[in-house]
Each structure stands twice: as C-alpha cells, then as structure tokens.
C-alpha cells in the first residue's frame, strides 16, 4: 500500500529509537549517555561481547560497528522480526498510537481473502489431527511412534493424517458452509476432469502444517503411507499463502530459538527437522523438498550469519550441498556464508539421533566444513593431477567459481585459500630436523622465536608495515581534516584495515565525519575512548605530516590523501603480483617469470616516490645522480645573471 507524505516523518518523531531498539538489546549503561540519547549495546544482528552497536536517539538512526547494520526504527524492525516493510509500519504505528491510513480497496480485498484462506487451512489441520485419532489413522500412528514421537510431540507439531478417501476432507469442509472456490483456491483439493466433483490433494498420508514465520497455516507437506506411491513427500501446490520457494518449515520457532543462541541447522525434511527440535536443537529448519533458492538463502542469513547445512551422507545429500555453494558464492557478504555438516555415510539426522544421540549429531555440527573447503573437496576429490593439463584445468574450474564471488573482499580471501590448499596439494610441506620447508620453495633453518620486545614493535605488528604505516597517516589526516573525507568515502571503505585498531578508526570516521565532522573527534573518543586518537597522533611517522600538525589546509590535505591512498592501492596490488609470480616459479625460473618479476619489482619501486615528485623531469648527471630538470634550469638562470653582471662590470 502506498502511505501519505509526510506519514513515515511523523512516524518516525513520535518514536524514541531507544525504546524500540531497547527490547532487543541490553544497553551497556557505562558507554550510553541516556541524557544525549548517544546508546551502545551489544549487536543484536550478530553474536558478540563488546558493546560495538550504537544507537543516536537524536538521529534516529542505528550503525554496528561489528557488522555494519544500520538503519532506523523501521529497518530494525522488519530485521528483527523478520516482517515485511508495511508490517513494520503497522507494528510501529500501533506503537506510537497512529492510525494507519485507509488502505487501497483492492488491496483490503486482497488481505482479506488471504484472511479467508488462513481460516480455511487452520480448519484442515483441525481434520486432519482428529483423523490421526480414528481408526482409520492406526498405520500413521504406529509408524509415527517408531520413529520416536509421543503424544506430545504430535500435539506440538500439530501431526494429522488424511483418510484415504477421494472426498474426506472436500465433504467436510462443504459442510462448514466453506465455499467451494476458496478450497480450490487453498490447494486443498483439485477440480475433476471428469466433470465430478473435486477431489482431495492429500490423501493416505500423515500431515504436516507448514506455517510461516507469523504463525499462519499457509500448506501442508504429506508423507505416503503406501510405499508404492509415487511421491514419497507431497507438499501443498502454491497458491496466494503458499510460495514453496519463499517458505521454511518450521520458520518462526526456529528463528527464535537461533536469537537465544543456538546454531542454525537446515535439515533435508520435515522429520529431519523435528527429531532435531524434540532432541534440542531447536533452530532447526527445512526447504520443504526443494533445493534452497535465494529467497530461501536470505531468510536464513536473517536468522543467522553462517547457518548449517545437515545434510544425509549419500550421493543426493552431497549433489544438495553442491548446489548450494553454487548458489551462495555470488551472494556471499561480510559475515555471511555456510558451512556444511554433513552425516556418516547413509544416515540422515533423524537415524543419527536415534542410533547414538544428541551428542553424535553435535559432533558432526562442531565439525562442519567452510564453504571453500567443500567447494575445493568437490573439485579435487577422488582426481588425480599428474599432468600440466590436469592442474590447469583445476584451476580454471576453480578459477571461474571464485569469479561469482561478487565482494571483492571476500573473492581475494577466497583466492588465497584455494592458493594454500594448492600448495599443500601439489607441493606437500616436508620436514628434516633442524630445518622447515618454507612455502616459497627455499630450505631456511628452523628459527629462534622473536623477543618479546621484537615481537611487540610497530614494524612486526603487521605483515607489510609500510601500508601500516600509510594507513596511520591517512587516519590521522582524515580525522584532523574531516571536511575532505566525503570525495574519499569509497576509497576509505576500499581500504583493507589488518590492524583491528586502524579497522575501528576507520569505521568511526565512515559513519560521522560526512554527516557531523566538526564533532568526528567526539564520537571517536566516544565510542573508542580518548586513548584511541592519542595513540595514532603520537605515532613519530604521523607527528611530521604537514597536514597533521597543521590542520585546516584543505587543499594540501586532499593532495596528501589521494597520494597515500594510490600508493597502498598499487603496494598490494604489487605485492599480489610479486607473491603470485614468486609462488608459480619452479626449480628452473624461466625468464619470462623472471622478468615479471623485475617488471613488478620497479612498479613497486615506483609507487614508493612521491607522486608530486614523479611529475617533475629529471636528467641524469656524470656521476649517476637524477637532477630535477626545473631546478637545473632555475640554476642556470641564476648563474647566468651573475655572469652577465660580471661581464658589464
């Protein structure tokens, strides 16, 4: 539906995102100023211990510094309650007291009939539950009793049973005064091509409700009883409650158990999943019969950061989890992935639990897999790479996967663990004593370890301290003259903070300088303490900056910045090439690796002088020294001033 101008503002004065955000989260009370409605807590969007989401009452709006969820009261409702845009509209409005206004007709008549359908599907599980308790339900009930549910399990799951009959249900429902096309409509039952009167969908099977994350009956799966029936599992045709593709079992009672902590697990069927709930592992889902989809996999990554694949240990378990990494790698985000555990050979969850308990499954859960690694399994396992040929195939198979990775950050991380796994593939690490093989192909003796005073100096904190360093100095600058930060924005984001402390400056600086700078160094020290800016402007290579002990030539400052950002840009760029270059070198390094090599060498050689510097014209004097071209000439100048002076005297 469409809201009136002006609705979402007044919305939005009325409400004090502290409130709303203060029924999720705990608010650490020695970091909020509940006076300035400056409050942080603990994120609710992923699990950690330090107070890292930070909520500005002022504003109205929320960041997490953790995980970079931002928004205001109407994203982080419709996050945390996993309800769609006007939904979280309608909660709020509640709220805040607000009517919400008149609703399009057509759209009214569109919530009402689906009102109808969800009255129609609760009547069914109603049937289908008392036909459980019949006679007729015997079969259902034995053989749902050998696969370990009691009575309370099916009064919790809600478990019927529809009668072999053509016309059980369609009579009773025709008998509710129910009318005919709202059945249809619901997938209840399915018109006759005989000219008769519509038949039941479900028939001889044991029922289950499938509800959606609000608690509304929208289908219902059913398993065979009659091994000869075609479909062993039979779910609800899609009609307008039910989308198969948009929709988990057992959604809502999973989402809640995942926010009290407990891990997410997508199990392949409705009784994989409820003998994981019964046996405690309640954030426990299922696709519904069908290969997750998108839509699927971003209702999971709602729920949680890096749900867990359970999947049985046979041939179509394993093509599954293929198809889901297919599917994750050009969706994958900061935080979001999968892992995959996947169940001894020929067992699914259900005959694990039942077989050696609770503790088996968590066994296989702690020990499930990344992504990369299934992905890497996939593509080497059972293979042998004997040849040049065989090797670049792997890696142009592997190669084109890794390219579906859309996050660059994430693509790169990817590359250098498929580059690790390579290695130790194609190159197994060896050992003598006294002396380690190091990656790089060079036979080195086993090294004394560092001093503690070695091991905590500034040069050995990072693995290339020069873009440490830079990075330093770009903080310092962007800090000290917050106003050039807005035409830098995306190169900041860009930049690839290995030091958890510059990684923090950084994103204080993302979220307040554009929008507030005269007041960046009050929200640093708010949120990261006064120490943090101490620290970096106390660092001797950072003192010496103009742009630093100067502050306020904006000019100069944006000159300095774009300087230091190209030259960290070009030194990892290099250092990449150098390392590949280095890692494909073979006992007998051919000269064009060699040249490669040198080549990459004087870029990176290039990129360390100045840029201001590189735009001057240099000649060369007799004894090998670059003389600056200008300043030849500017000398010259002057000394044939003098000369001529000489000479009229």
Known sequence: MSLPPGFLDELRTRLSLSQVVGRKVMWDQRKSNQGKGDMWAPCPFHHEKTASFHVDDQKGFYYCF??????????????????????????????????????????????????????????????????????????????????????????????????????????????????????????????????????????????????????????????????????????????????????????????????????????????DVIAL?????????????????????????????????????????????????DLALPLLEAGKSLRFALMPEGKDPDDLLRAEGA????????????????LWQRETEGKVFDSPERKAALDKVLRDKIKLIRDPSIRSHYGQEIK???????????????????????????????????????????????????????????????????????????????????AALRNAILCHAVDDPDNLKDHIAASLGPEALENLLALRHVAVIPCVYKPGDVEKAEMTLAEELAKIKALRGLDAEIAEAEEELSDLADEALTYRLAQAAEERNRASRSQNEDRAVFDVADNGARINRDEKDAFEAIMSGINFERKRR
């Not at 309640?282 to 359970?310: C, F, K, M, N, Y």
């Not at 197994?428 to 370890?449: A, D, E, L, S, Y």
């Open 66 to 271: 953790g995980c970079h969820a931002k928004g205001d009261a109407i994203s982080f409702v419709k996050e945390t309650e996993n309800v769609s845009f006007i939904e979280a509209v309608e909660i709020l409005a509640r709220e805040a007291g607000m009517p919400m206004p008149a609703r399009d007709p057509k759209a009214q008549e569109k919530q009402d009939r689906r009102s109808q359908l969800a009255d129609v599907m609760e009547q069914a599980v109603q049937f289908f539950r008392l036909q459980l308790k019949t006679g007729a339900g015997g079969a259902a009930r034995d053989y749902l009793t050998r696969r370990g549910l009691g009575a309370q399990a099916l009064e919790r799951w809600e478990i019927g049973f529809a009668p072999d009959g053509w016309q059980a249900l369609w009579d009773h429902l025709r008998g509710k005064s129910i009318e005919e096309d709202l059945i249809l409509a619901a997938g209840l039952a399915k018109p006759s091509n005989k000219g008769k009167k519509p038949y039941d969908t479900f028939r001889n099977r044991i029922m289950f409700p499938i509800r959606d994350p609000r608690g509304r009956c929208i289908a219902f799966g059913g398993r065979a009883m009659d091994p000869s029936d075609n479909a062993k599992y039979l779910n609800s045709p899609e009609t307008e409650l039910f989308d198969k593709g948009r929709s988990l079992y057992n959604h809502g009672p999973a989402r809640q158990s995942a926010g009290k902590g407990q891990p997410l697990i997508v199990a392949e069927g409705y009784m």
């Open 277 to 325: 709930a019964e046996a405690g592992f309640g954030a426990s889902v299922a696709p519904l019969g069908t290969a997750i989809t998108e839509h699927q996999l971003q209702l999971l990554w709602r729920i949680s950061d890096e749900p867990i694949i359970a999947l049985d240990g046979d041939t179509a378990g394993l093509r599954a989890a293929m198809r889901a990494v």
């Open 420 to 502: 690790d796994l390579r290695w130790q593939l194609f190159r197994p690490q060896r050992q003598t004593q006294g002396q380690q093989w190091q990656p790089r192909g060079k036979w080195q003796p086993q090294k004394q370890p560092a001093t503690p005073g070695a091991r905590t100096s500034f040069l050995a904190s990072s693995e290339n301290a020069e873009i440490q360093l830079r990075e330093a100095a770009i903080l310092a600058i962007s800090i000290l003259n917050p106003q050039v930060v807005v035409q830098f924005e995306n190169q900041l984001e860009d930049m690839e903070c290995r030091d958890p402390d510059h």
């Open 359 to 374: 503790g088996a499954v968590q066994a296989v859960l702690d020990g499930a897999i990344p992504m990369v690694k299934l």
